[in-house]
């Protein structure tokens, strides 16, 4: 159901902290006409984390209007409140949403049967496609293809996953275990540099940070993927590796990936919530320098 190049996008702010429409209009606009399959709002790069219930509405509402259906429309809808977790994934497929895509509980570490119970209580709360967020990183808890494949067995609308695991081989068991016997069933790579082994292995694409900065290269890396074109996919790979080192730039990631977004002329202040920090002086200009790098036109 999700396949190619989706984006998390990030949320654009203003100089104070508050949600700036129109400069996500602007964003989203320039991801569809650069060729994404589909946008993820409020995942990790969209600090759901930092964002109250009612911004988390508010901005529902409007990306679903803005977008129009003109791509999948996914929410991030997943959190430590169950009760929370389930009102606003009913609120997204009321506003029209095309799934949600649940990370699993994070702070303590939960057992098997503990997120089973979570991820099936939510399946029996709503008919909208379920996306399920491997970030074992964040959780303390890996979805591996066992649990997995015991979710989408029982729940027929938990349609993919997103895998944000550090290591290519845990993607591709997902893909053998779980597709073998769900071949529509998508699993994309969390991981921006691990699309092409992804693909490779069977897998349907990425959901991943860089597509912000770069969404015409993601695209472009498909189409030389489906052309067998691999010196397009030599020098789209080049750039994206080289662009990895984005995420090392601030901690969390999140306000240099939207300076590469400004960098690169999109006319947005990369302002991000609290607790987080803006940038300095000296990581603009490593920014800066790793477009460069990587052959990317920055203002």
Do not use: C, W
């Not at 129109?22 to 606009?29: C, S, V």
């Not at 946008?39 to 129009?68: D, M, P, Q, R």
């Not at 929410?75 to 409140?81: F, Y």
């Not at 306000?255 to 987080?276: D, F, H, L, Q, S």
């Amino acid at each position: 159901m999700f396949r190619g190049i989706l984006s998390p996008s990030i949320t654009v702010l203003d100089a104070q902290g508050n949600i700036d429409f129109p400069g996500n209009e602007l964003h989203i606009n320039r991801l569809i006409d650069k060729g994404i399959n589909g946008i993820l709002f409020l995942g990790s790069i969209g600090e759901f984390f930092a964002l109250s219930l009612e911004e988390k509405k508010e901005f529902i509402t409007f990306v679903t209007k803005t977008v129009n259906k003109r791509v999948p429309v996914l929410i991030g809808t997943g959190g430590t409140v169950q009760a929370e977790v389930i009102e606003l994934t009913r609120f997204a497929e009321q506003a029209g949403a095309d799934g949600a895509v649940v990370i699993a509980p994070y702070y303590f570490r939960l057992d098997p049967d503990s997120i089973y119970r979570y991820y099936a209580n939510l399946a029996r709360s709503t008919a909208l496609p379920i996306m399920l967020y491997n970030f074992p990183d964040r959780t303390a808890f890996d979805l591996g293809p066992e649990l997995v494949l015991r979710l989408v067995r029982e729940f027929k609308h938990i349609v993919a996953i997103k895998d944000t695991v550090d290591n290519i081989s845990h993607t591709r068991k997902l893909i053998q275990v779980v597709k073998s016997e769900f071949p529509d069933f998508s699993v994309l790579s969390g991981y921006d540099e691990y699309l092409l082994p992804n693909l490779m292995a069977g897998g349907d694409g990425t959901l991943s940070g860089l597509t912000n900065v770069i969404p015409e290269v993601f695209a472009d890396f498909m189409k030389a993927y489906a052309a067998r074109d691999f010196g397009k996919l030599a020098i789209a790979q080049a750039q994206i590796s080289i662009l990895m080192n984005l995420y090392e730039v601030t901690s969390p990631f999140v306000a240099g990936i939207k300076g590469a977004v400004a960098a690169v002329g999109v006319p947005i202040v990369p302002a991000v919530k609290e607790p987080a920090v803006e940038l300095t002086a000296l990581q603009s200009q490593t920014i800066r320098i790793l477009l460069d790098k990587a052959g990317i036109t920055s203002r």
